[in-house]
């Protein structure tokens, strides 16, 4: 494996090493020309740019990583910081999946430097990414928010919607939302569906699963049958929705995302010759 992970920095800061640097939702970049990359800074430029909140969390090709922030007014130059989700298809697909770990890495160790039960101050454990706290024995894990997103599909066409807090307000897309406690998988899927959209499915099939760093969402695919119902939207959730055949569709994901892939399925199982 190029990527390792690992919980144990070395004893010494490496001559060089990749910086996955955070602020909000943007994260660092060196730009080259027209090309992109995360930086891979040598260990004098490091201690020079008065890095915080550093963090490491594993190996790429033997060379460490670190995630962590750095002050605006110290960003070197030919760096900048850009949107963590424009860095799609502009970098490896590897370096593109560290910066999503790198960013719930990240996100764990700046929330949780105090304990939510009794406000003391808490400490890293060596041999796992968990912070703990000296007084109650809490222990804080990176969060993780587990979330459906189905692709319900009614005889030859597909129920796309378009979301209140989607960026790109033409774009259409699957359903999905956060799963409730005591809930499965299944009954936020019947209840998130029914909830925006006013309709009822059923045989609701698992698709795959995919890890969504927006902040800390896992996205567990689905494929379900329309069942009963007319679309009646929840305005506070959904601008519009609507049934949509393969060959008349709107503006839609990127197929590297779950969403797409959805609807890519979708759309190869209505044309066959595809598959």
Not at 58 to 75: A, E, H, L, Q, V
Not at 80 to 92: A, G, Q, T
Not at 118 to 124: A, F, I, L, R, S
Request: aromatic share 12%; net charge negative; hydrophobic share 40%.
């Amino acid at each position: 494996m190029e990527f390792i992970k690992s919980v144990t920095p070395p004893a010494l800061l490496p001559p060089r090493a990749y910086f996955f640097i955070f602020a909000s939702t943007d994260i660092l970049i060196h730009r080259i020309g027209t090309k992109i990359a995360i930086p891979c800074m040598e260990n004098k430029s490091i201690v020079s740019l008065g890095l915080k909140e550093l963090c490491f969390f594993g190996t790429y090709k033997n060379i460490s990583c670190y995630c962590g922030s750095i002050d605006p007014d110290r960003i070197p130059p030919a760096h900048e910081f850009i949107k963590l989700r424009s860095l799609h298809n502009r970098v490896e697909d590897i370096f593109w999946l560290m910066a999503g770990y790198a960013r719930q890495i990240h996100d764990w160790n700046i929330n949780f430097k105090f304990c939510g039960r009794c406000g003391t101050q808490t400490e890293k454990k060596e041999t796992e990414f968990a912070r703990v706290c000296p007084s109650c024995e809490l222990h804080h894990y990176p969060r993780i928010s587990p979330a459906i997103i189905t692709a319900i599909v009614r005889d030859n066409q597909i129920l796309l919607a378009r979301g209140v807090n989607f960026p790109n307000k033409k774009m259409f897309s699957v359903l999905a939302g956060f799963v409730e406690p005591g809930e499965t998988l299944e009954e936020c899927l019947r209840r998130e569906v029914f909830e925006e959209v006013g309709i009822q499915v059923k045989n609701i099939r698992y698709f795959k699963s995919q890890s969504w760093p927006f902040p800390d969402s896992l996205m567990v695919g689905f494929t379900a049958q329309y069942d009963s119902g007319q679309i009646s939207i929840d305005p506070s959730e959904i601008l519009e929705a609507g049934w949509f055949d393969a060959g008349h569709l709107p503006m839609i994901p990127e197929k590297q995302v779950l969403a797409g892939e959805l609807i890519d399925w979708f759309v190869r199982s209505q044309t066959p010759d595809l598959c």
